[in-house]
Nanobody, 113 residues
Framework: VQLQASGGGLVQAGGSLRLSCAAS????????MAWHRQAPGNKRELVAA??????KYADSVKGRFTISRDNSKNTLYLQMNDLKPEDTAVYYC?????????WGKGTLVTVSS
């Protein structure tokens, strides 16, 4: 299983970014996928998750972030709008296959005030 996240960068507060995660080694269309993030000094936290017909979001990002997937490209996305300085973190994509969690290398998002 390989997960490759990209799309992070530096953005001003109120701006937008779209993260992508290319997946391989799994049957992507039926795999649960998620975005997590970890800010310096904080625990890793769930941002958004999607399964077959379901999505969920952390309260802190509801209405601002949208998780989506393109099963034809085996790619997971996270559209982030109205970014805030507190969204600054390393963002990781994640899947679970047969009870084992897999993580990609993160992509850094920095939001300046």
């Amino acid at each position: 299983v390989q997960l490759q996240a990209s799309g992070g960068g530096l953005v001003q507060a109120g701006g937008s970014l779209r993260l992508s995660c290319a997946a391989s080694g799994i049957i992507f269309s039926i795999s649960p996928m998620a975005w997590h993030r970890q800010a310096p000094g904080n625990k890793r936290e769930l941002v958004a998750a999607t399964g077959v017909g379901t999505t969920k979001y952390a309260d802190s990002v509801k209405g601002r972030f949208t998780i989506s997937r393109d099963n034809s490209k085996n790619t997971l996305y996270l559209q982030m709008n109205d970014l805030k300085p507190e969204d600054t973190a390393v963002y990781y994509c994640n899947t679970n296959r047969r009870g084992v969690d897999y993580w990609g290398k993160g992509t850094l998002v920095t939001v300046s005030s």
